[in-house]
């Protein structure tokens, strides 16, 4: 056993995740992934779509749109999509978010060519199987959806006010992802196919394929599959505006009475988008405020002064514009939310003096947290399909952990001072009350 | 190659073999149980210490003890504040966690290898030797208490903890919550923890268990010379039987004015994890409710749209758990949904499930078996399963083997035994004023209306 005890020092590689980038003549993007040490592979395709793309009176489709590619296809009748794949003995399924779309199916590796001709019978021939119950019955469901997961739960619109402070109405992030129940109402079989012609086409998406497969023949077989569809035209620009100051500009604030248990102080702060090197810094100061019970959240208003009965802290990776930086803090019955808020307003901008070990704890539980997300193949697939589609760059995968052991103590203070003080605050509270 | 002819599903091409990880056992001269497997693609170990210092050990009135005991062991240690210990883990990227069940106390610990030996004292240190500081364990305990204050206002919670206390007789403890209740935490102060930890904080009947890139011979000396002073067994389970509460099926609405979606569930007594129904009804429930294509899923989601999911599950304990059906589903679409629900389950015991349905079950339930083994996180939670349930030493060896035994006859055997839909309890959280009504219509049972527990 190594006996040293410490932070692993600077430049130590401890990623190397094998992958080599191909593409089809249609314009696929193809990540290879090999790894045989257990008889699983994931398969994995990015589409570049997602809630931003949404126009005008059709907040949630994007999502809805994800629900319906499992209504089958030319050649898989409803349902046959989750059979075939629970069959094989596999597990299935999709995400919708601001700037993607993802779907992927982890197999046993013999099953390898089912994935394949599941997901490129949908990319190809997905409209010749749609019709008005199908799209009825998949309202229907993400409408309980959406009453399961916001309506019907204690702080469900958290997320939908805080998105409409962030950003501005004619920006593309302002509405959230599951959207409203009018405009799901209003979507029709028309908004599916033109929304299927322009956005899922093999030049907009990225397939990787991770895991136990043969890797003379995995080229072959993915050829087979979608080399045949056809690529897309020109994809329309992002409707509204997508430019954004860099900061708020002030303290801007929605105070909600409501039906709940406890108060809670929610904030957000815009910081700069994924593709920005910035955003590293800002993911640091993320953890520095809220990862692991040494952090300055938890210490400071739950452990000493028990302000708080939870913090939570998470920095967005989002593409337009600018992303967000998220805090909140559940305070305990009867407390204060005006003092709630002061007290996490204070912390976030006590940030400002962060000290070098604070960094460096961060930075070595988010190295931990990165190697072991990556034990599963599903996961690895995941965030090859997003470096390609966001940047061209799988290998970014490899350098994670350098880019964030680049991050010092006075960049997490120079991020804190220019970006976490009032001047770039976004607040939400809930006061119980009201009731019902 | 043959052109392609997309009409027809690609045959699987030649099943790789599978093999659980094999676990060196060993037991430590303190009486410690170890189980080590090497699992060595990333640079990556789990631990898991499991003792018996389970939530089925208290009665009502201590309720939530040792959760809140297992809660408060990060409030520190006899050397180190607080702060100072989540400080200590987290330079070396450690994370430790403790989750409080039934049966006992488990207490992971996961850190890159090179910084093991580092974790490992941690975690003893932490176990071995709490501090229970009066200001950590008051702040602990306040949490605790509004934790629950929060799953009171939660429509799931209060229907998961409605459907207990109809489901299982008053005085098992399966029939209460984990966390306690306000009354029984309120009053809880150190010297319970001390007294609780002192009592049930031993290795007897359980076992640290090791996964990663690791020596099951260097374990062995390391984890005597964390664990080397620490012996004792915690007293003996107080051995309750599982019985019901009632056999007459009864329809309780817990009254939540203004809710948008009902909370279902359909539950009543189940088998234990040594049950020897144990298999066939894994594999009678995955057609059922366990799995996206199930009966009851096609129902409800994908031919109504009653609902984004709704799934069935057996809790196989040490003893018997619950069998029960959760869903949520529209309001107005309460009285139907119950309806379908049944009509499911009694269509499953009267006519069987097909040849079909159990073979397509059994193939998806081994086949995602070497899926959930990717981490060697999950592998650990499967060994500590055996020592939690006493599970043999080839359980996992042979999982796969006894999941492809199971025959249509042996699961619509097990499925008639232990598949009681005339027996069950019907719990509904919604707006009374409209589900109540329609409830009754259903002439299923009768109903009552009830408010939400206070505490």
Known sequence: MPKSVGATPRGTPILSVPFEQRSLSNGLRVVLSHDPAVPVVAVNLWYGVGSRNEPEGRTGFAHLFEHMMFQGSLNVPKNRHFELVERAGGTLNATTWFDRTNYFETVPSHHLELALWLESDRMGWMLPA???DKLDNQRDVVKNEKLQRYDNQPYGDWSERLQRLVYPREHPYHHTVIGSMDDLDAATLDDVASFFRTYYVPDNA?????????????????????????PGGALPPIPGNPELEPLL????????????????AIMAFRIPPYDDPGFTTAEVACAVLGTGRASRLYRRLVRERRAAKDVVSYAYPLLSGASMLLVWATGYPGASVTELEAALGEEMEGLADAAEEEVERAVAVLETDLVRSLEQVGERADLLSMFELFFSDPGRLNREVDQLRGVSASDVRRFAAERLGPANRAVVTYRPGGGS | M?????????????????????????????????RVARVSRFPVVSANLFFRAGEEALSGGAAGLAVLTGDALEGGTRRRSGTELAEALERIGARLGVSTGWEGTSVSLSCLAARFDAGLALLAETVLAPGFPEAEVARARDQQLAGIRQGLMDPASLASDEAAR???????????????????????GRDHLRGFADGYYRPGRGALVVVGDVDADEMEELASACFGAWTGEPPASNGFGVEPRTRERRVWVVDRPGSVQSEIRVSHVGVSRADPDAFPLTVLNTLLGGAFTSRLNLNLRERNGFTYGVRSRFSMRGRPGSFQVHTAVGTEVTAPAVREILAELEALVSGGPTSEEVEASRDYIAGIFPLRLESVGQVAARITDQVVYGLDDDYHATYRDRIRAVTLESAWEAGRSHVRPGEAQIVVVGAAATVAPALEGLGVGPVEVVAPAED
């Open chain 1, 206 to 230: 990225v397939l990787t394929v991770a895991g136990d497969f043969d890797p003379a023949r995995v080229m072959d077989q993915v050829e087979r599959y979608f080399g045949e569809i056809p």
């Open chain 2, 166 to 188: 109809r489901t299982f007789a008053p005085g098992v403890p399966y029939a209460r919550r984990q966390e306690g209740t306000l009354a029984s935490v309120g009053p809880l």
């Open chain 1, 130 to 132: 749609m019709d008005r």
């Open chain 2, 2 to 34: 043959t052109p392609l002819d997309r009409s027809i599903p690609p045959e699987g091409g030649e099943i790789r073999d599978f093999v659980f990880p094999p676990v060196d056992r060993r037991t430590l001269p303190t009486g410690l149980d170890l």
């Open chain 1, 249 to 264: 500009g002030s303290t801007v604030r929605d105070d909600v009475v409501a039906d709940v248990p406890l108060p809670r």
